[in-house]
């Protein structure tokens, strides 16, 4: 059974207006890390085979007036962050302590990633509301990419956030 998006998150008030809901909940080892720290370490967890997936997408979508990415790796923001940085391909939407939410509003679908730590655990929350036709069969299409790539960024992130007194610049 899949986690349930924690009370403690921001986006928990608001999660019903969202049709789709992706919660990973990851065990941390050692001492937990701020969210300066986590939000380093999520910038350096992407697989360099999500930046080609990346491009295809843009090119794919740019006739249809979809907003495209920068490379991920692009003059990303060192700590401390603040909200409305754009952190590679994410706008920072809210920022506490504990937890950093991400995304962005577009024409076909709005999406929020949450990166919540919360006791010894870290939870990673991908929440999709789509607008319209276009946007739901968007996520259709996305879909197997998406497990694909959180699965290989969640195990990225937790490597890095478990080793001992790791630089989690973004590289």
Known sequence: MAPALPSASAL??????????DIQCRALKGKQPDIDTVIAAFLGASPRWVDGLMRL??????????????????????PPYRIGQTLGIFRLLQLTGREVIVGED???LDFRISLLVDGNDLYMSTLVRPHNLAGQLYLRLVLP???????????????????PKADHQPK
């Open 57 to 78: 997408r843009d090119t794919l979508v740019r006739p249809f007036g979809l907003k495209t990415a920068q490379p991920w790796a692009a003059n990303l923001p060192r």
């Open 106 to 108: 577009d024409r076909h």
């Open 145 to 163: 990419f998406h497990h694909l790539i959180v699965g290989a960024m969640a195990a990225r992130l937790m490597a890095q956030l478990d080793e």
């Open 12 to 21: 928990f008030a608001d999660a019903a207006s969202y049709a789709f809901h």
